[in-house]
C-alpha cells in the first residue's frame, strides 16, 4: 500500500511502517492543493497591516509585539534558534524518525500555512535517512514541544545535528554517530532554507515528541502483554494450577475487554497441555492470585494499553498547530498544541505496564517456594547450589524501580512563559 500524508489515517501500524520501510508513504496532489491553499491564506495575512499571532507577531508573553513586513522571516528562524536549548542525552533516532512522519502527516492537512518545499524537504530528510538530533530534556508538553520540535528542525537552517549510520550497520544500529547537518546538506544536495511567515512557528507548535514517544511505548506494551500471558500460562503448567479461572462462562459475567482477550489466550495456550490434563480435579481449591487473577490484572493492562492507542490515534491524525489557519480572513489561536490528553494516558499506562512487572515477581517468587512438585529455588542440589535464588532479588529490584517510575507528570504543573503559558502538561 501507499499512505497519502494528510489525506489518509495514520495508525500504530502504518506509523510503525512507514518508518521501516515497509509501507511506501507520499504527498499526493490533494494534499499538495491543501498545503498551498493554506500558505496563501497565511501569505494574505502576513501582506496586511493586521496584527496576527505567530505571523506578524512576538510569541508567549510578547504576542502584543507587531513585527514589520521585512523582519517576519527573520522572527521565524530567531524562533528555531531561540527555542533550540533542550539539555540530556539524545532520543533515539527512530523516535526522530516518527516525529518527522507525524509531523509532516499534521501539516499535509492544510491548516498551517507552511509552504509546500518546507515540508518536501522534511520528506526528503526521512527518504534520505536524514534524521535529526533531539535531546529528550526541555519540554513541558504545552504550546507544543517547543525545544525538541526545534532541534529536530534545525538542521533545515544549516544548524542542528543528524544521525548517520556508520557504513554496515543498520539504521537502529547502536554505532550511530552524530554529524554536524551543514556538511551532510551538501552532500546530499540539499541548500539551506529561509523561513518565511509562520513557518518557523508551525514547525515548534505540536505534540510529535510526545505522540512519538507514545507510539514507542505503545508498540513495545504490546510485546510485553503478550509476553506476560505467555510467561503467567506457563507458571500456572509449571506449579500445576486450575484452568477454571480462565472460563469462557465467567468472564461473560464481567466482559471487560482486556479480560476476555487474556483468558482466550490463557485456553488456548493450556488447549493441548497434557499436564493440565493430568492434574484436572486435583485436591488444591484455588491458586493464589498472580495465577488465578492473570486475567482480571493483565487484562485492566490491556485495557490501559487500548485507551492509549484509541487516543494516540486521534493525536497521530489532528493538527497540534497554533494558530490554525481556516481561511484567508481568520486564523484561530486556541490550545490544540496541549499535550494534556496523552500526557495523562501515558501516565494510566505507566501504571499498567508496571503492573505486569509486580504481578510477575509474585509468580517467580512462587516458583521459588519449593511447593506443588517444584524443588525449593528450583534446585534438587540447594545448599550446595542456591539455584534461582538471585534472580528474584532481581525482579524485586526492577519492581521497585518500575514503581518509583510511575509518579504521574501530569499531576504536576510548573508555569512558564512569564505566566502566559501558566498550565502545561508535563508530557
Known sequence: MTFKYGIDRLNLDIVNGIADGSIQAELCQEAIDKINTSRQRVEKMAASDKAVYGINTGFGPLCDTQISPEDTNLLQKNLLITHAVGVGEPIEKAISKLMLITKVHALSQGFSGIRLEVVERM??????????VVPEQGSVGASGDLAPLSHLFLPLLGEGEFWQSKEGQSEAGQDNKIVAAAPLLRENGLDIMDLQAKEGLALINGTQFILSHAITALTKMRYLLDLADLTGAMSIEGM????????????????????????????????????????EGCERVQDPYSLRCIPQVHGASRNAYYHLEELAEIEMNSVTDNPIVISSEEAISGGSFHGQPLAMVLDYASIAAAELGNISDRRCYLLLEGLHGLPRLLTSAGGLNSGMMIPQYATAALVTENKSLCFPPSAD???????????????
Request: proline share 5%.
Open 240 to 279: 500445576q494450577g486450575s484452568e477454571s479461572p480462565f472460563r469462557e462462562e465467567l468472564h461473560k459475567t464481567r466482559a471487560f475487554k482486556g479480560n476476555l482477550e487474556v483468558a482466550a489466550r490463557m485456553r488456548h495456550f493450556f488447549k493441548d497441555s497434557q499436564n493440565m490434563a493430568d492434574h
Open 123 to 132: 520528506l526528503a530528510f526521512i527518504n534520505l535517512d536524514l534524521i535529526p
Open 413 to 427: 504543573s510548573v508555569p512558564t512563559s512569564m505566566g502566559q503559558e501558566d498550565h502545561v502538561s508535563m508530557g
